[in-house]
């Protein structure tokens, strides 16, 4: 009977302590706008993020740790009996290091190979966090009579990271920062 009552103690300690861990780090990446467009016949996005990350994660990037981050955007027809359907998706990749010989950060966009240095982290978030013109689909794609919209998550790519943080990253939410699902209609 004792060992139940220290078992259930137990489970009730860690739901509380990984329930407010995670709430306490669902804010780090937040998307705060979405902007659709359409453009000479073609749907683009424009995004705006946010990123408060933990002090671990921006350590290991200036301690010389390349860390990938990826902006997923999706855009989605609603159905009526069933689950929504994604029409077109976009992922962007962002790799984030620092040059220890140049003092600079850089961001390195895998989509065309651009590298940009910084002088310091929040310059190159505060880069990354407002993308202009990702271009998502044709307009052509397009049914009349059908509901759409387009959601966006931002989130670390913990697959990416070397293998003793991405250890940690299987137990710690700290070294899963994602801003989760953010919807908009069109």
């Not at 996005?45 to 290991?60: F, H, M, S």
């Not at 009349?144 to 990416?160: C, G, I, N, S, W």
Request: charged fraction near 25%; include cysteine; charge should be negative.
């Amino acid at each position: 009977m004792r060992l139940l009552a220290a078992c259930s103690a137990c489970v009730i300690y860690l739901l509380i302590h990984y329930s407010s861990v995670a709430h306490a780090s669902a804010d780090n990446i937040s998307i705060k706008e979405l902007l659709v467009e359409i453009i000479d016949s073609n749907i683009n996005v424009d995004c705006r993020i946010k990123y408060v990350l933990d002090d671990k994660i921006k350590a290991a990037i200036s301690n010389g740790i390349e860390v990938s981050f990826i902006l997923d955007i999706e855009l989605r027809m609603e159905r009526e009996f069933w689950l929504d359907t994604s029409v077109a998706e976009l992922s962007r990749e962002f790799r984030i290091k620092y040059h220890a010989l140049s003092k600079q950060y850089v961001m390195i966009d895998t989509e065309n190979g651009h590298e940009r240095s910084f002088p310091d982290l929040f310059s190159a978030f505060f880069f990354i966090g407002h993308l202009r013109n990702n271009h998502l689909a044709s307009i052509d794609i397009l049914e009349l009579d059908k509901q759409y919209y387009v959601r966006a998550r931002a989130r670390l790519q913990a697959e990416k990271l070397p293998l003793p943080l991405r250890i940690k990253s299987y137990f710690s939410p700290d070294w899963r920062p994602s801003s989760g699902w953010t919807s908009w209609p069109m």
